[in-house]
């Protein structure tokens, strides 16, 4: 028996291992009940908070936007009551049921419906919520509820919907807000750090306005909590409130509200007169201090279908549409002024003493200059005229004769203090700068020397120079004010829900081209007079290319312009531009002020493709300027008519040129 007993050291070895498994049996089983002790005693109350807050859902409660409202508190953009279909991926049991269950009843194939789902999980994540429909209509709020109660993860909310109630008009101004996407979050929120936070599904300002005025009318958003089930649908326990201040509702704060420059009746007299010509392009009308009353784009879009969901067939059309409906082509286009640009030079002449306004220069129906000849668009000629005959008429072959004379350099020191070729600096984005070319422009972006044939076409607004509706309205506000430069602006104020003013803007000066500027050149005040009546002759001389536009009692200022949008041999030049394909047709300008000598209101047209800046573009700026005396001095249009005066609109021959 004794091959059965033991060797003690054997057994000694063993007792030695039993010990260490001991030990960390016992030290293990410590673990187990520090860790069961921190848990049930020190993070017992907030843990069973958090399970109990699972079975919480929150809801965010979307603040109103602020209000936009017109110089005279009327409203531009407003908040409309409405409902909005909501998914919450996460308590989809069967996608397929869910799309062939809510797809008829919101006029969305149950395909699409999948299709939206799947594509915003896969961008946006399972938990994200997904709008499938906003502004319901009552039938489909009804008929969801009911399904609501079979479908996990279908909600009806109540929403806010923005409304445009001048839908097309102005639409490039104001905006359009729509829902925010993945990759506009993180830059957001880095943006308007400490301000807003933005998440999933959060309704922005998209362009315009509604992106502009972003801090300032976007609301705070409010939280609500609900009990919900497995489904993640509402329901109701007799659970105690056991979550405290960390888990209580608050309510939205409503948006602040901007109050515009902008006069709804002047910017819809616009609307209609651009509208019952059928023309394409832009206008801006602006006080004298700097005030936009009225800015519209034609053609344009229904911002309220951005407001809720826009079908892909509007988006198409928008899209495709070669005249850009999208476009502010207020400030972010820029066209040839054409002959608008001709008062400009013709300051640059008479402050360079090339010229002055007793000077006479013979201008007939072509020039020779270099090895080509340069047209007249009165192909008859003008013979011998001043300049006041000059800018009358719009005779280019003068004109060409005071760019020889001038230079583009010159030209350009002198018109680059009206603000031609720089941002006016208004409170929109992607506003462009325009084009005002000199020799060095030429030189350092095309690498070639400015050639002398080129001084001819800059006189006349042509060539390299590109100016926007906004600039040509500034310039020409500059020189009826002789000499004062402003910043336009159209957010007067932005008030809080009781009223109370948080941010007010002021006419301001930018400078005053009558002193000395950093360039060393100014404007001396006979200079703008000399002008000032020469465009006064353009629609009360009896030669004025403008000279059917009237409007009883007050007496307009102002200049067409005619710009080509390519060239044409000297055998087409004179063919009625009326017969050319749209898109051959010279763009119509025409811009002005009114009263001629005290003026309160200037206006920029642009028409596209209309052929003439009258009747193309003049009859619009009339209107606009009939419709600001009308409102703010009904007793000058009263004494006009007292006198008798009419309201005329004699059609020009397409020989008019202007």
């Given at each position: 028996?004794?091959?059965y007993?033991?060797?003690?050291?054997?057994?000694?070895?063993?007792?030695?291992?039993?010990?260490?498994?001991?030990?960390?049996?016992?030290i293990?089983?410590?673990?187990?009940?520090?860790?069961?002790?921190?848990?049930q005693?020190?993070?017992?109350?907030?843990?069973?908070?958090?399970?109990?807050?699972?079975?919480?859902?929150?809801?965010?409660?979307?603040a109103?936007?602020?209000?936009?409202l017109?110089?005279?508190?009327?409203?531009?953009?407003?908040n409309l009551?409405?409902?909005?279909?909501?998914?919450?991926?996460?308590?989809?049991?069967?996608?397929?049921?869910l799309?062939?269950?809510?797809?008829?009843?919101?006029?969305i194939?149950?395909?699409?419906?999948?299709?939206?789902?799947?594509?915003?999980?896969?961008?946006?994540g399972?938990?994200?919520?997904?709008?499938?429909?906003?502004?319901?209509?009552?039938?489909?709020?009804?008929?969801?509820?009911?399904?609501?109660?079979?479908?996990?993860?279908?909600e009806?909310?109540?929403?806010i919907?923005r409304?445009?109630?001048?839908?097309?008009?102005?639409?490039?101004?104001?905006?359009?807000?729509?829902?925010?996407?993945?990759?506009?979050?993180?830059?957001?929120?880095?943006?308007?750090?400490?301000?807003?936070?933005?998440?999933?599904?959060?309704?922005?300002g998209?362009s315009?306005?509604?992106?502009?005025?972003e801090?300032?009318?976007?609301?705070?958003?409010?939280?609500?909590?609900?009990?919900?089930?497995?489904?993640?649908?509402?329901?109701?326990t007799?659970?105690?409130?056991?979550?405290?201040?960390?888990?209580?509702?608050?309510?939205?704060?409503?948006?602040?509200?901007?109050?515009?420059?902008?006069?709804?009746?002047?910017?819809?007299a616009?609307?209609?007169?651009f509208t019952?010509?059928?023309?394409?392009?832009?206008?801006?009308?602006?006080?004298?201090?700097?005030?936009?009353?009225?800015w519209?784009?034609a053609?344009?879009?229904?911002?309220?279908?951005?407001?809720t969901?826009i079908?892909?067939?509007?988006?198409?059309?928008?899209?495709?549409?070669?005249?850009?409906?999208?476009?502010?082509?207020?400030?972010?286009?820029?066209?040839?002024?054409?002959?608008?640009?001709?008062?400009?030079?013709?300051?640059?002449?008479?402050?360079?003493?090339?010229?002055?306004d007793?000077?006479q220069?013979?201008?007939p129906?072509?020039?020779?200059?270099?090895?080509?000849w340069?047209?007249?668009?009165?192909?008859?000629?003008?013979?011998?005229?001043?300049?006041?005959d000059?800018?009358?008429?719009?005779?280019?072959?003068?004109?060409y004769?005071?760019?020889i004379?001038?230079?583009?350099?010159?030209?350009?020191?002198?018109?680059s203090?009206?603000?031609?070729g720089?941002?006016?600096?208004?409170?929109?984005d992607?506003?462009?700068?325009?084009?005002?070319?000199?020799?060095?422009?030429?030189?350092?972006?095309?690498?070639e020397?400015w050639?002398p044939?080129?001084?001819?076409?800059?006189?006349?607004?042509?060539?390299?120079?590109?100016?926007?509706?906004?600039?040509m309205?500034?310039?020409?506000?500059?020189?009826?004010?002789?000499?004062?430069?402003?910043?336009p602006?159209?957010?007067?104020?932005?008030?809080?829900?009781?009223?109370?003013?948080?941010?007010?803007?002021?006419?301001?000066?930018?400078?005053?081209?009558?002193l000395?500027?950093?360039?060393g050149y100014?404007?001396?005040?006979?200079?703008?007079?000399?002008?000032?009546?020469?465009m006064?002759?353009?629609s009360?001389?009896t030669h004025?290319?403008?000279?059917?536009?009237?409007?009883?009692g007050?007496?307009?200022?102002g200049?067409?312009?005619?710009?080509q949008?390519?060239?044409?041999?000297?055998?087409?030049?004179?063919?009625?531009?009326?017969?050319?394909?749209?898109?051959?047709?010279?763009?119509g300008w025409?811009?002005?002020?009114?009263?001629w000598?005290?003026?309160?209101?200037?206006?920029?047209?642009?028409?596209?493709?209309?052929?003439?800046?009258?009747p193309?573009?003049?009859p619009?700026?009339?209107?606009?300027?009939?419709?600001?005396?009308?409102k703010?001095?009904?007793?000058?249009i009263?004494?006009?008519?007292?006198?008798g005066?009419?309201?005329?609109?004699?059609?020009?021959?397409?020989?008019?040129?202007?």
């Amino acid at each position: 028996m004794s091959e059965y007993i033991s060797n003690p050291d054997e057994a000694k070895e063993f007792q030695n291992r039993y010990r260490s498994l001991s030990i960390f049996i016992i030290i293990t089983l410590l673990i187990f009940i520090v860790r069961l002790a921190w848990l049930q005693i020190i993070q017992g109350n907030e843990l069973r908070q958090f399970s109990e807050k699972n079975r919480i859902k929150q809801n965010k409660i979307s603040a109103p936007r602020g209000l936009i409202l017109d110089r005279d508190g009327k409203a531009l953009i407003e908040n409309l009551p409405g409902f909005e279909a909501i998914i919450s991926p996460q308590y989809v049991e069967n996608l397929k049921l869910l799309s062939e269950a809510v797809g008829p009843v919101i006029g969305i194939e149950p395909a699409k419906v999948i299709e939206r789902i799947q594509k915003s999980k896969r961008i946006n994540g399972a938990f994200s919520i997904i709008r499938l429909k906003d502004n319901l209509s009552r039938e489909e709020v009804f008929r969801l509820k009911r399904l609501r109660l079979e479908t996990p993860g279908l909600e009806i909310r109540e929403s806010i919907v923005r409304h445009y109630p001048l839908r097309e008009d102005g639409a490039q101004l104001f905006g359009y807000v729509g829902e925010i996407s993945k990759n506009e979050i993180d830059k957001l929120n880095e943006k308007y750090r400490k301000e807003f936070q933005f998440e999933q599904g959060d309704i922005i300002g998209k362009s315009g306005l509604e992106e502009n005025l972003e801090r300032k009318i976007r609301g705070t958003d409010g939280v609500s909590y609900i009990q919900v089930d497995a489904h993640g649908r509402q329901t109701v326990t007799e659970i105690p409130n056991i979550y405290g201040e960390q888990i209580k509702d608050q309510d939205p704060i409503h948006g602040n509200s901007a109050i515009l420059t902008i006069d709804k009746d002047i910017q819809e007299a616009g609307y209609k007169s651009f509208t019952d010509l059928g023309r394409i392009g832009a206008l801006v009308a602006m006080k004298s201090n700097g005030e936009i009353l009225a800015w519209l784009n034609a053609p344009s879009f229904d911002p309220n279908y951005f407001a809720t969901d826009i079908p892909i067939k509007i988006w198409n059309r928008l899209t495709s549409d070669p005249f850009k409906p999208l476009r502010n082509k207020v400030i972010q286009d820029h066209f040839s002024p054409g002959s608008t640009f001709k008062p400009l030079v013709a300051i640059a002449a008479l402050q360079e003493k090339v010229i002055t306004d007793k000077t006479q220069l013979y201008a007939p129906g072509k020039f020779f200059f270099g090895n080509r000849w340069y047209h007249n668009h009165n192909k008859n000629g003008e013979g011998h005229i001043t300049i006041y005959d000059a800018i009358e008429r719009s005779s280019n072959v003068f004109f060409y004769q005071l760019g020889i004379k001038l230079g583009v350099d010159k030209m350009y020191n002198y018109i680059s203090l009206l603000g031609l070729g720089s941002k006016t600096q208004i409170e929109m984005d992607r506003e462009a700068s325009g084009r005002l070319p000199n020799s060095e422009w030429k030189k350092s972006i095309r690498g070639e020397e400015w050639q002398p044939g080129e001084n001819l076409s800059t006189a006349i607004g042509q060539g390299y120079v590109t100016a926007t509706p906004l600039q040509m309205a500034v310039a020409y506000n500059t020189i009826a004010t002789e000499g004062k430069v402003v910043k336009p602006f159209i957010v007067k104020k932005v008030i809080d829900h009781d009223g109370k003013i948080l941010f007010e803007r002021f006419p301001e000066v930018v400078r005053d081209i009558t002193l000395p500027q950093p360039n060393g050149y100014k404007i001396d005040p006979e200079t703008f007079q000399i002008v000032k009546e020469a465009m006064r002759r353009v629609s009360n001389g009896t030669h004025g290319t403008a000279r059917s536009l009237k409007v009883p009692g007050v007496q307009i200022a102002g200049k067409t312009g005619t710009a080509q949008v390519m060239s044409f041999s000297a055998d087409q030049i004179y063919s009625l531009c009326e017969n050319r394909p749209m898109q051959m047709r010279h763009h119509g300008w025409f811009v002005a002020w009114a009263p001629w000598d005290k003026p309160e209101i200037t206006v920029a047209v642009l028409a596209q493709h209309s052929c003439h800046g009258n009747p193309g573009a003049a009859p619009i700026a009339r209107d606009i300027i009939e419709a600001y005396f009308k409102k703010y001095h009904p007793e000058v249009i009263a004494e006009g008519l007292k006198k008798g005066e009419k309201r005329i609109v004699i059609e020009t021959k397409p020989s008019d040129g202007e």
